[in-house]
T-cell receptor, first 113, second 116 residues
Framework: KQEVTQIPAALSVPEGENLVLNCSFTDSAIYNLQWFRQDPGKGLTSLLLIQSSQREQTSGRLNASLDKSSGRSTLYIAASQPGDSATYLC????????????FGKGTKLTVNP | DVKVTQSSRYLVKRTGEKVFLECVQDMDHENMFWYRQDPGLGLRLIYFSYDVKMKEKGDIPEGYSVSREKKERFSLILESASTNQTSMYLCASNNPGGVPLSYEQYFGPGTRLTVT
């Protein structure tokens, strides 16, 4: 059964710092991978999607990469801001599996002004 | 803008009540999903539907049922609510048959259900 681990579970950084969030899958056969942001008490907002033919995606200060050989993904946030404070979740679909996403438990990020 | 809406942001029900959670998407998506989210357990899939009147059990279907009579609407039903169903419920949709063939999921704002 596919399981997803996100490290660290929580992270606190000063404003302006560059940071990396990690995500790993027990089954490295990932078809695509999606990173989400969740604010307290709210739904999930899709940040980046890496499709099967891609290795990374960028949106503004965010960059996500996927290493299929190892089943690992990273989300890089440049020049962090207090407004980036949220929980970040990664989720993936396994090749040959159903269309269901398998989620990690998230990294709670706090950016201190 | 893609949009997934859920009927209530907050809901309080009593044990034993029948509860309906409604989800509507305006993107003509084929797939719709219901998750629950609990601290320490993350998001867990309850049910999903890949077409009108079609459904498939997720990881934790016990105590729940679903209904999809129209493509844009997916309902989650708690036949007899119990306190252990107190949770945040999230609906999502995607369109794997569309362009791009990405499986990207879009989520609603969530319903915080409390069963007392």
């Amino acid at each position: 059964k596919q399981e997803v681990t996100q490290i660290p579970a929580a992270l606190s950084v000063p404003e302006g710092e560059n940071l990396v969030l990690n995500c790993s899958f027990t089954d490295s056969a990932i078809y695509n991978l999606q990173w989400f942001r969740q604010d307290p008490g709210k739904g999930l907002t899709s940040l980046l999607l890496i499709q099967s033919s891609q290795r990374e995606q960028t949106s503004g200060r965010l960059n996500a990469s996927l290493d299929k050989s190892s089943g690992r993904s990273t989300l890089y946030i440049a020049a962090s801001q207090p407004g980036d404070s949220a929980t970040y979740l990664c989720a993936g679909i396994t090749q040959g599996g159903s269309e269901k996403l398998v989620f990690g438990k998230g990294t709670k990020l706090t950016v201190n002004p | 803008d893609v949009k997934v809406t859920q009927s209530s942001r907050y809901l309080v029900k009593r044990t034993g009540e029948k509860v309906f959670l409604e989800c509507v998407q305006d993107m003509d998506h084929e797939n719709m999903f219901w998750y629950r989210q609990d601290p320490g357990l993350g998001l867990r899939l309850i049910y999903f539907s890949y077409d009108v009147k079609m459904k498939e059990k997720g990881d934790i279907p016990e105590g729940y049922s679903v209904s999809r009579e129209k493509k844009e609407r997916f309902s989650l039903i708690l036949e007899s609510a119990s306190t252990n169903q107190t949770s945040m419920y999230l609906c999502a949709s995607n369109n794997p048959g569309g362009v791009p063939l990405s499986y990207e999921q879009y989520f609603g704002p969530g319903t915080r259900l409390t069963v007392t």
